[in-house]
């Protein structure tokens, strides 16, 4: 086995953590309500506070929270002009919170929010859109999910998606975005978001993924996750338990493909922002080596599932209950509780 070189990846590691929160710091005094927004401002900020945020506290004060505030409003800033034109209410919006009759916020009612912020959330983003399966989808440990999604790609099943969009997802969203702005004001190094080949798979086609931010001086790539602190998926659990599998595998995938174009990668940071803490001390970078059979095997199980589908074999294939899969295993759960 190859050694790690633990002194490197500690330094990889400080360094990588080190720009996230530059960044992030980096909002605290250079954010300014700009003039140009005023029109959509106020709804955008009663929708930010709807959702919990305060991105402008009135005592000045600055924290993490604030600035997962900031990246939310900032986002419904952008996308509340483009609600009208595109509107998709076709998907339903997943973990927004609950309007109490007559409950008013800044002028408008609480029941105008739930409906715009519905609006706002529920317009698909292009990567919503993106129908080749890519590393995070390679990484899915749950067969029966990527087999589904390379039925999809490849025109056997209808490509219908989930039908909903959850919250979360969407403040993660907000959040790499504003990450994307900042970072290049306090680091020059980084490339952001970039498009990288990972392998052609024969029946299926050219897997690529986008990575958020490769640093060549440290040769290393580094992936956002947002998250929460607590609870059962939370950091802190994350933490003791370490990082899941399929994390690890879609950044290895990231590196794989790479290294294949003769880039400097042999680092995978993922770095953790929690939605639900004030303290930026919070923010955890995970760092781990490349490692070649990781990612090969990835691919070669994508490969057996490709044939899977196109032999129509699916039905053998089993959920994953290990993990367990969230959509195949946790899912109907919480729906016959619900029900
Ligand atoms: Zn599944």
Request: charged letters at 25%; proline letters at 4%.
């Amino acid at each position: 086995m190859r050694t790690v070189d633990m002194k490197q990846k500690d330094f990889v590691r400080d360094f990588v953590r080190s720009k996230t929160l530059k960044a992030i710091g980096h909002s605290s005094e250079s954010d300014r309500l700009h003039e140009s927004e005023r029109a959509s401002r106020q709804t955008a900020l009663n929708l930010t506070r709807f959702l919990g945020y305060e991105p402008y506290p009135q005592d000045g004060s600055f924290d993490l929270h604030t600035w997962v505030g900031r990246a939310i409003y900032e986002k419904m800033t952008r996308d509340l002009p483009k609600v009208d034109q595109g509107n998709d209410r076709a998907l339903s919006v997943k973990g927004l919170p609950y309007v109490a009759p007559g409950g008013e916020s800044g002028g408008e009612s609480g029941e105008v929010l739930l409906e715009l912020a519905r609006s706002v959330i529920g317009m698909q983003s292009a990567r919503d859109l993106q129908r080749m399966p890519g590393p995070s989808d390679l990484a899915n440990q749950c067969d029966v999910c990527l087999a589904d999604k390379i039925a999809q790609a490849l025109g056997i099943d209808s490509g219908a998606t989930q039908g909903h969009i959850y919250v979360k997802t969407w403040i993660g969203t907000a959040m790499h975005e504003k990450l994307e702005q900042s970072l290049p004001k306090v680091y020059d190094g980084a490339n952001l978001e970039i498009t990288v080949d990972i392998e052609n798979i024969s029946g299926l086609g050219l897997v690529s993924g986008h990575v958020d931010v490769h640093l060549p001086e440290v040769s290393s790539i580094n992936d956002y996750k947002s998250a929460d602190l607590l609870g059962s998926f939370g950091l802190k659990k994350m933490r003791q338990a370490g990082v899941k599998v399929a994390y690890v595998w879609q950044t290895m995938l990231y590196l794989y493909g790479l290294r294949r174009a003769g880039m400097p990668a042999d680092w995978a940071n993922l770095t953790f922002i929690p939605r639900d803490s004030r303290n930026s001390s919070e923010v955890w970078t995970a760092t781990c080596a490349y490692m070649d059979h990781v990612a090969v095997f990835a691919l070669e199980r994508a490969k057996s599932l490709v044939d899977v589908v196109r032999f129509d074999r699916r039905h053998t294939l089993k959920p994953d209950k290990q993990t367990p899969c969230f959509t195949c295993v946790i899912l109907p759960r919480l729906n016959k509780q619900v029900a």
